[in-house]
């Protein structure tokens, strides 16, 4: 498993994450949603120690290093340029000291031009891309920062069921978006960050709740101040 207890981190004096605890399962799907600006990107790096300077524990219960077993997907894939995409998926490989693979059979599914220059793709195919990266390593868990953002209605598909399967098999995956269907759809919880805590988590059987308490607290603040502008 992997853990986060009482995590807080602060930008100067902006304290973005409180007291934010959360725990990732391997074989499940585990959401995490919240505003633009709740955190949780901030949480994801913290988790794969992209940020230092926070307080709180993260570990993987198994004893090692959080990203030694897995896979981050980041909200914007970073590219060096003049890479072909081919090159970027070996780079990947040989920089965890992985053997290269065929990437054929994962790449009839993307269809990516692999021998095309990765920093001249479209946003939808540099996210898949990343994607490759990260499904050719076989990571126990995974953690995927919007990773339905900018793909395709196809991509969306696949995606969810790529993600279903993996958890099938044993691996544990975090994911954020802010498409609740997409979320609702492939989660087995779902956790809410509000506040720089998570205010609420819900189990598939409380999707339902989830989907009310959004709407009743949107209906209550937003949908009444547009009545007064509209
Ligand atoms: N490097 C940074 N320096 C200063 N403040 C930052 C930094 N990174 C994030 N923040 C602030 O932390 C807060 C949380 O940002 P974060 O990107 O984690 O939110 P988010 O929930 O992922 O938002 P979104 O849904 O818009 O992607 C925001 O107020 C943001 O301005």
Same mark, same amino acid.
């Given at each position: 498993?992997?853990?986060?207890?009482? &995590?807080?981190?602060?930008?100067?004096?902006?304290?973005? !994450?409180?007291?934010a605890s959360l725990t990732l399962r391997p074989? %499940?799907?585990?959401?995490?949603?919240?505003a633009n600006g709740a955190g949780k990107t901030t949480l994801i790096n913290?988790?794969?120690?992209?940020?230092?300077?926070?307080?709180?524990t993260i570990r993987d219960t198994a004893g090692s290093a959080v990203r030694e077993r897995t896979?981050?997907?980041p909200y914007e894939p970073y590219f060096y340029?003049? &890479?072909?995409?081919?090159?970027?998926?070996?780079?990947? !490989?040989?920089?965890?000291?992985?053997?290269?693979?065929?990437? %054929?059979g994962w790449n009839q599914l993307l269809e990516l031009p692999l021998d095309q220059f990765a920093d001249e793709y479209?946003?939808?195919?540099?996210?898949?891309?990343?994607l490759l990266a990260l499904l050719v390593q076989q990571f126990n868990y995974l953690i995927l920062d919007e990773p339905f953002n900018g793909l395709d209605l196809e991509a969306n598909l696949l995606l969810k069921e790529i993600l279903k399967r993996l958890r099938d098999r044993g691996t544990g995956i975090l994911l954020t978006s802010h498409i609740l269907g997409a979320l609702t759809e492939t989660s087995d919880e779902i956790s809410?960050?509000?506040?720089?805590?998570?205010?609420?988590h819900y189990t598939a059987a409380e999707f339902g709740t989830l989907e009310n308490d959004l709407l009743d607290s949107l209906h209550?603040?937003?949908?009444?101040?547009?009545?007064?502008?509209?």
């Open positions: 498993m992997l853990e986060i207890r009482n &995590l807080r981190k602060a930008y100067g004096s902006h304290i973005v !994450l409180h007291d074989g %499940t799907i585990h959401g995490l949603v919240g913290c988790l794969y120690g992209l940020e230092s300077d926070f307080s709180g896979g981050l997907l340029p003049r &890479l072909t995409g081919r090159e970027y998926l070996e780079f990947c !490989l040989q920089a965890r000291g992985r053997p290269v693979v065929d990437f %054929t479209s946003a939808g195919m540099r996210k898949k891309l990343a809410v960050l509000v506040g720089g805590r998570v205010q609420r209550r603040e937003k949908l009444g101040l547009l009545k007064k502008l509209l």
